[in-house]
Each structure stands twice: as C-alpha cells, then as structure tokens.
C-alpha cells in the first residue's frame, strides 16, 4: 500500500481539499435523494422558465403529478397565483421572474393558490438562483411550503381584532374637479347608512374644500343621486350624500366594519376602512373593485380592539333603530340648531314621522340602558 505524500495531507489547520469537496458537492444519488425526500415543496426552472424538476413533497402540496408540473413553465397561465388582496400576480412581479432579472434571491414571498379542484392554498416561498461559473443565471429553485392552516388559526385568532385597511386606485378614480396640482384632499366618512329602498345615505366632512367645492367634487363621483350640504363650521365643512345601493365607503359596514377617510391626490385616491380581524380583506378587494378594478391593498394593520359600548348597543338594536340612529346623530338631528329635520329623515327612510320617531326612541332607550344599567362587563 502507497502512502500518500505530505501535499495530499496538509497539516497545522489546513483544509482537506477532499473532504472540503465532499462537503460542498454530494454524490448525485445523494443530492438526488435529499431532493426528493426534502420536507419542504421544491421546484427547479431553467433558463427558459421551464419546471425541469419537482420533488414529491411539492406534487402532493399542488395536487398535481411530478410529471403534471415538469410539462408546465413557471409562469404558464395554468398557474393561479394570487396576493392576498385577490390580484393576480403577473408574470413580472413573479419571484422567479425578479431572481433571473436581478440575481438576488426573493425570501417570504406569500400568496394563495387555486388548485385543479378549486380549493385554495396559502404558500410561503423562498426563491433563490444557481449561477454558472461566468455568473449567468442556469437555475432558480423554488422551496415553498404550505400556511394554509397557519392562516386559518390566525383567523381564529383575530376574532377580537380590527384590521386597518389601505386601498389606493388610479387617477381614473379622482373627481374631475379635483385633477388639478395641489395637494392631498382628506374627506372623512361619518357614517354609511343603508336606506329600505336599497339605496344608501353616506355623511362626510372636510377642511380641504370650500363648501361649493367639496359639494361639487361628491357630485361629480357617478353614483351619488343628490348631494346636501348640512353645516359649515370654522372651515369644515359636512355633507349628506344620497347614492346608489353600493358605494366604495358602504364596502367596508357591508362586511361589518367602518368606513374611515377618503384621501384624494391628482393622481390617485386611497380608501381607509376597517374590518373585523376574522373578515377576509379580499372581500373588500373585490367589492371596491365593482368601481375600480385598478384597485390594490397598500396597507394592512391588526390591531387588538376589545368589545365595546358600541358593539353591545349595535348588538342590542336591530338594523333599522341602528340605521334611524345613525341618521339622526350624523345627519344633525341632535345639534343646534338642527341640519337635518325629523320629517327630512322620515322622508329618507320613507315612513311618516311618527315611525321614524317610534324607532329613533327605541334605539334612544337601548343606549340609555346599557349605558346606564349594564356598566359592568357585559358593556365592556
């Protein structure tokens, strides 16, 4: 037997170019093996977007065959891939499209996925490229693993939470008279009251307008009917705004939130609304989309809201004491002196004053009693 000589045995902390070798490049079967059997779902793309490999644990996570998934490219249009606002994601914003564009890896990249059978999966991915040795991009692999249940305990969760939206359209969305350089217009959303006749009445405020032109810009939005300037006061400035069965601001208390702010640029608007924790921001996506179809989500917040006074009483009244009651505070029926009349109201909800009456003191009497006769826990 042949010693090997003193080069191929490096001492005095030097590295073993052998054992380095075999530390950084597993035999074939190996890395093989360790592919197919890895944990985590992980797909292989070429430099021509081709899925040239698959492990098992990626097939069984899309329901699709290996051989399913190799005959297709990454950004093929079978694949349904959507942010969590319920856009699609275009082949350019793609993670394996940003790795071949930009050589840096993409990391927590999260979406859902429409299966061949319909159902939904939330993936989270990390997408990483493979150079050759001249630093051309040969392969980008993809490792993703399934959140679908993670999502749905978060869900649970969330139950005693509020989420703070932020969606912003295009310029096509911007009142005519207000496309005009300058800065930002705020108008914040009172209240959104749905009417019997399926109509709506939405009570709004701003001191970034004079009274005519605030007026003037909710006229020109095309689903109001008519528009009624209730009070102007040290610059601010408040208007009832009659409009079709569904508005962008009615989007938000349809799920069971609150409309919050509309903030107006030139060039774009963005609508703050709140939702329930457990309430899915999609839907808001999609119902604001019947206006904009532009529309994307910018902005998500989850925040701990307890259950309040509010939520006891809205509980406690049924949707048309609630509804009369909303219209009355917001509408200025309490303040002096009054910007909207008790008959002006009945007219609204069109029934005679002495039902509006009948259910305004009935709605009056419930927040009277919890407030006063359920100050403990159960108003907490």
């Known amino acids: 037997m042949t010693d090997r000589s003193a080069d191929d045995h490096p001492g005095d902390g030097s590295t073993d ?26 797909i292989v793309v070429d430099s021509t977007g081709a899925m040239v490999f698959a492990n098992e644990r990626a097939a069984s996570t899309l329901g699709l065959s290996r051989d399913e998934i190799t005959d297709r490219t990454y950004d093929s249009s079978e694949w349904t891939i959507y942010y969590d606002d319920g856009r699609s994601v275009p082949a350019e914003e793609n993670p394996v499209s940003r790795v071949f ?3 840096e890896p993409v990391f927590g990249f999260e979406h859902w996925i429409e299966l061949a059978d319909g159902s939904e999966r939330w993936l989270s991915s990390n997408t990483a490229p493979v150079p050759t040795e001249d630093g051309d991009i040969e392969y980008v692999v993809v490792a993703f693993e399934d959140v ?18 932020e969606f912003r359209a295009n310029e096509s969305a911007v009142p005519p008279s207000l496309r005009v350089e300058g800065g930002e217009t705020r108008i914040e959303i009172d209240s959104v009251v749905s009417l019997p006749d399926g109509t709506t009445v939405q009570y709004m405020g701003t001191a970034d307008l004079s009274a005519s032109d605030f007026v003037t810009a909710v006229e020109e939005v095309p689903h109001y009917i008519d528009v009624r300037l209730l009070s102007s006061t040290d610059g601010y400035h408040r208007v009832e705004a009659h409009a079709e069965s569904t508005t962008v601001a009615y989007v938000f208390p349809s799920l069971g939130g609150r409309a919050r702010t509309i903030v107006i640029t030139p060039d774009e608007v963005r609508f703050l609304g709140e939702l329930p924790g457990d309430v899915d921001p999609r839907l808001a996506a999609d119902g604001i989309r019947q206006f904009h179809r532009d529309v994307e989500l910018v902005r998500e917040d989850l925040v701990y809201s307890p259950h309040l006074l509010y939520d006891v009483v809205a509980d406690a009244l049924t949707e048309r004491q609630l509804a009369v009651l909303d219209a009355a505070y917001f509408g200025g029926y309490f303040d002096t002196p009054r910007t909207s009349t008790g008959d002006e109201l009945a007219d609204r909800f069109g029934v005679t004053r002495q039902t509006f009456n009948q259910h305004l003191r009935k709605a009056q009497r419930t927040v009277f009693r919890h407030l006063f006769e359920k100050s403990g826990a159960e108003a907490r």
């Open 101 to 103: 564009e930009t050589g």
């Open 148 to 165: 679908t249940e993670l999502k749905r305990r978060e869900k649970r969760l969330t139950s005693d939470h509020v989420r703070r939206l």
């Open 17 to 42: 170019r052998w054992g380095d070798e075999r530390a950084s490049t597993p035999p074939e079967d190996l890395a093989r093996q360790v592919f197919d059997v890895n944990p985590v779902g992980t």
